[in-house]
T-cell receptor, first 114, second 110 residues
Framework: DAGVIQSPRHEVTEMGQEVTLRCKPI?????LFWYRQTMMRGLELLIY????????DSGMPEDRFSAKMPNASFSTLKIQPSEPRDSAVYFC????????????FGQGTRLTVV | GQNIDQPTEMTATEGTIVQINCTYQ??????LFWYQQHAGEAPTFLSY????GLEEKGRFSSFLSRSKGYSYLLLKELQMKDSASYLC???????????FGKGTTLSVSS
């Protein structure tokens, strides 16, 4: 398996524009997580899915953020409209059902909103 | 509430030993993970502890005390390539997601 695949790797957009980040988890993994990483706040959980169903979205900053998982092999994180404070590295990760298995991270999307 | 604390930065010399501490307060506990993250890269798994005691894996060891809410990562025979950020993460209640500390940036010098 190629691991967790995220696209794009880098995104530069203007304030007010819509941004869509994409993620393909490892095949057979039941959990998918979206994290955001900044210098100030570290790695923060935004939302996670179990078997394509959103379980906890309490980390989503505000209504401008939305996430979907239409099937087991694809998820999106959308920001509309984007703001400069959304600039960060966004990571997608996936893991298997068992609690003691580690989460595998994608390479991340570095988002810059100008 | 959930809180995970670890030092922001540490420095060490090549060939020596360094211990990175982590304290946590979480709702429920189902394991503690350590991840390594090199600059500009994704976090990668290092170790997992769910029972008290020491887990050894090559040059890296991780210790857990559940009663104290405390863990440490021990890196032996430090190498320059060990310069990275080390993230402590806790799995709280069953079926939830990992919650990460802000990470400890380790700089190894020759």
């Amino acid at each position: 398996d190629a691991g967790v695949i995220q696209s794009p790797r880098h995104e530069v957009t203007e304030m007010g524009q819509e941004v869509t980040l994409r993620c393909k988890p490892i095949s057979g993994h039941d959990y998918l997580f979206w994290y955001r990483q900044t210098m100030m706040r570290g790695l923060e959980l935004l939302i996670y899915f179990n078997n394509n169903v959103p379980i906890d979205d309490s980390g989503m900053p505000e209504d401008r953020f939305s996430a979907k998982m239409p099937n087991a092999s694809f998820s999106t994180l959308k920001i509309q409209p984007s703001e400069p404070r959304d600039s960060a590295v966004y990571f997608c990760a996936s893991s298997q059902r068992e609690l003691n298995t580690e989460a595998f991270f994608g390479q991340g999307t570095r988002l810059t909103v100008v | 509430g959930q809180n995970i604390d670890q030092p922001t930065e540490m420095t060490a010399t090549e060939g020596t030993i360094v211990q990175i501490n982590c304290t946590y307060q979480t709702s429920g506990f189902n394991g503690l993970f350590w991840y390594q993250q090199h600059a500009g890269e994704a976090p990668t798994f290092l170790s997992y502890n769910v029972l008290d005691g020491l887990e050894e894996k090559g040059r890296f060891s991780s210790f857990l005390s559940r009663s104290k809410g405390y863990s440490y990562l021990l890196l032996k025979e430090l190498q320059m390539k060990d310069s990275a950020s080390y993230l402590c993460a806790v799995l709280g209640q069953a079926g939830t997601a990992l919650i990460f500390g802000k990470g400890t940036t380790l700089s190894v010098s020759s």
